[in-house]
């Protein structure tokens, strides 16, 4: 197992530097997130000063807010563009150089990708936690940070990471099967982020909608994590929700191992 | 060592009528037309044999050497390497083998060189003391310590094809796949890439099958050649052979004291060479004619041109591969005689 591990080091490590080459595209990529973070935060302020009581739907204003920034937050630390790279070098062709490699396909992607995020979460980790912090601390009143509450939300964030990763590899090696990638990918990501409670928290949806949607691997991208975060959650419904993430993990995971052996019988390795 | 068996490869082709409204219609109705790449090719390499595998522009090479390394999977047919079919068992097969695509690089773009032969090493689980032996060997015929700490994106192409070959050589494969591995390089490089083929064949015995459009590497490099053209193997045999059978083409160079009297000479007429067989050409000072010796042997050419010129010098050159092959090229003789 650890002989096996260490054939993979060399691949985070090829994505550190690989992230380290490319950083001012992430400064950038960074910045429209934050922007897209508060133009969320003053929509939401505007609904909560226009509506009569002070709930909605079991979120009080300042929980609000704090669940934005914790979105903003998640979405970043879970975040994974498999389904494009996979599109990508589907399209060129450099795919044939990762199957020539005597290593697994999707090991290879995801712990390039480990790598990648290694240098952006370590980086963003600290000062964004804390910055949520300082945020929920000024609504609230009172200093809320907990820590078991924030180990769970990390072990969460793992699993949802995961889960997002081989759903978008999944998801990529459908679209190549069915040729369509790109409006595919649009239609994915905002399907996604409705899903996943990133656009509205899904104690917003009615009743049965809510429990469908808790039940759909969506909700444990993003939405699992902050509620276990906030507190939201007993500690049975944390375990409950947890372990469905785990379900989730290795369901995508083993899907993705058939999904691939479909996908590389269409190769059309194109050049040469 | 390899054993190929009646390979056939079909693509699946999408038809797309020009403008708008054509790419509205492929979406709805695409209209498919199957290309047949490789049609039906067999043939066998001997452990430590270098083969060449040659065939003009579009003849279904590089759909053969896909196919061989696992990264397509044949329509139909079959092949077997080192024992193992390449499309079964994945991990296990490309252990073994080396593969070079002149085109494309295999090496992670932004890693700097040494880490990527360390990358390399891990991958392949190569001993600590047989890394060092074998980039030693590397370094010494490859000459790569001049850009080894520099990121693969930065090289230049003959730097990186060198890179690229040396990644290929590193884990000691059983069978070497390169597919146009001196393409757009310099006299010099070229001469070192053919030099780290010869000696890994020499000392290791790996099997290597090599495509490439300078006929030069194959002279140098490879005993047997497999042609083929537009799919279908149309060649399979020694180089020697291919020379005596094919090759009666000479080639007369001389240069005229007076470049008028190249009109004297009717070499057509007297020795009733077909169109094909004869080609005459001259830069102003020296006169080229290519000849066909079966119709007319070298003496009576030389001593026809001496009765009725004078000349500065003159010389007769055998014939070449490259012109064999460009006669084989535009069918001009028939391999099934
Ligand atoms: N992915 C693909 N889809 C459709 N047709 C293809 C595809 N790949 C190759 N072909 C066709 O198959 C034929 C053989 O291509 P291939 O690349 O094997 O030629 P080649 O012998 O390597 O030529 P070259 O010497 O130019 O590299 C060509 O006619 C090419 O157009
Ligand atoms: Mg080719």
Known sequence: MTKRLKIYTPFISAGIQETATY????????????????????????????????????????????????????????????TYNIGEEIRDGSIAMR???????????????????????????????????????????????????FVLYLISCVMAYLINFFFNICFGFIAFIIKYLWGANMMKNCVVGFLSGAIIPLAFLPDTLEKVFLFLPFSSLNYTPVMIYMGMYNSSQTAFYLGLQLFWVLFFWGLSKLLWSGASKRLSVQGG | MIHVDNLRKEFKKVNKEPGLKGSFKALFKPNYEIVTAVDGISFDVPKGEILGFIGPNGAGKSTVIKMLTGILTPTSGQCIINEQNPTQNRKKYVKEIGVVFGQRTQLWWDLPLRETYAVLKEIYEVEESEYKKRMEFLNEVLELDDFITSPVRTLSLGQRMRADIAASMLHNPKVLFLDEPTIGLDVVVKDNIRKAI????????????LTTHDLA?????????????????????????????????????????????????????????KDDDLSVTNDGISVKVRFNNSV??????????????????????????????????????DLND
């Open chain 1, 23 to 82: 950083r001012v595209d992430l400064i950038f990529y960074l910045l429209g997130d934050v922007l897209a973070c508060f133009v969320s935060y003053f929509i939401w302020k505007a609904v909560f000063i226009s509506s009569e009581s002070e709930f909605l739907h079991g979120f009080t204003m300042p929980q609000m807010i704090v669940y934005i920034f914790l979105m903003f937050l998640t979405s970043l630390l879970i975040y994974s563009d498999g």
């Open chain 1, 99 to 149: 199957m020539l490699k005597p290593v697994s396909y999707n090991a290879t992607f995801l712990f390039q990708e480990i790598g990648n995020k290694l240098v952006t979460n370590v980086i963003l980790i600290i000062p964004l936690v804390a910055g949520v912090e300082v945020v929920r601390t000024y609504v609230t009143g009172e200093i809320q940070f907990n820590i078991l509450h």
């Open chain 2, 198 to 209: 010869e000696k890994i064949n020499a000392e290791e015995q790996t099997t290597v099958i």
């Open chain 2, 296 to 333: 007319a042997p070298v003496a009576d050419m030389l001593s026809y041109t001496l009765s009725k010129i004078s000349v500065k010098d003159i010389s007769v050159k055998d014939a070449d591969i490259e012109e064999i092959i460009r006669r084989l090229y535009k069918q001009e003789v």
């Open chain 2, 217 to 273: 590497d194959i002279e140098l490099l490879s005993k047997r050649i497999v042609m083929i053209d537009k799919g279908n193997k149309v060649f399979d045999g020694k180089i020697a052979d291919l020379k005596s059978k094919y090759g009666q083409m000479r080639e007369l160079v001389f240069i005229l004291e007076n470049i008028k009297d190249l009109e004297k000479l009717e070499y057509k007429s007297h020795f009733k060479f």
